[in-house]
């Protein structure tokens, strides 16, 4: 029963054009929602979070949208870059709790 | 160094060994978190401590593991009698304050474990 779903396993975009990762989660207690970056041999590193009464959160050239009724967020990422290229998970919790929900990851490569 | 640190970073141990995995959180953090994560797969919840309490063991697999923070700081994440389903990377997380904050986590770089 995933709670999390990340469906595209992988993702090639050209360095300069927009990234899209999506995640769609099926729990509506769900109210936040971060999204996270690991590179090979390391630990996921936090990117950007989105709580649940907003429907978009921006931090530089990385955005989160929220569609709460469709259950669904994604991560763009303006401009890519090469070094932008690793493996992206989301992740949910519902607010009061500590368990974190993760999905099982998109790994994005970003062509030079 | 400021981040969460984990000790071993690899261990190769052959099956029915027992093993100790190590978590230094950020110094003051009040939660810590350990994740099972298998090739491909997402981080799966093991268990929850707010400082020496540990709060949540659903997500532990067995009752071959075992996880303690005696003193609210360094946790030790212990697997007996190891089978060979045990190899994953076992990532310990850590964050300032307790539920109800929402906030990031900050991962350690992972033990990967290799049961042989």
């Known amino acids: 029963d995933q709670q999390v779903k990340q469906n595209s396993p992988s993702l090639s975009v050209q360095e300069g054009r927009i990234s899209i990762l999506n995640c769609d989660y099926t729990n509506s207690m769900f109210d936040y929602f971060l999204w996270y970056k690991k590179y090979p041999a390391e630990g996921p590193t936090f990117l950007i979070s989105i709580s649940s009464i907003k429907d978009k959160n921006e931090d530089g050239r990385f955005t989160v949208f929220l569609n709460k009724s469709a259950k669904h967020l994604s991560l763009h990422i303006v401009p890519s870059q090469p070094g932008d290229s690793a493996v992206y998970f989301c992740a949910a919790l519902s607010s009061g709790t500590y368990k974190y929900i993760f999905g099982t990851g998109t790994r994005l490569k970003v062509l030079a | 160094g400021a981040g969460v640190s984990q000790s071993p970073r690899y261990k190769v141990a052959k099956r029915g060994q027992d093993v100790a995995l190590r978590c230094d959180p950020i110094?003051?953090?009040?939660?810590l978190f350990w994740y099972q994560q298998a090739l491909g797969q997402g981080p799966e919840f093991l268990t929850y401590?707010?400082?020496?309490?540990?709060?949540?063991k659903s997500g532990l697999p067995s009752d071959r593991f075992f996880a303690e923070r005696p003193e609210g700081s360094v946790s030790t994440l212990k697997i007996q009698r190891t089978q060979q389903e045990d190899s994953a990377v076992y990532l310990c997380?850590?964050?300032?304050?307790?539920?109800?904050?929402?906030?990031?986590?900050?991962f350690g770089d992972g033990t990967r474990l290799s049961i042989l």
């Open positions: 401590f707010q400082n020496e309490a540990q709060l949540d």
């Open positions: 997380a850590s964050s300032p304050q307790g539920p109800g904050s929402n906030q990031p986590q900050h």
């Open positions: 110094s003051g953090h009040v939660s």
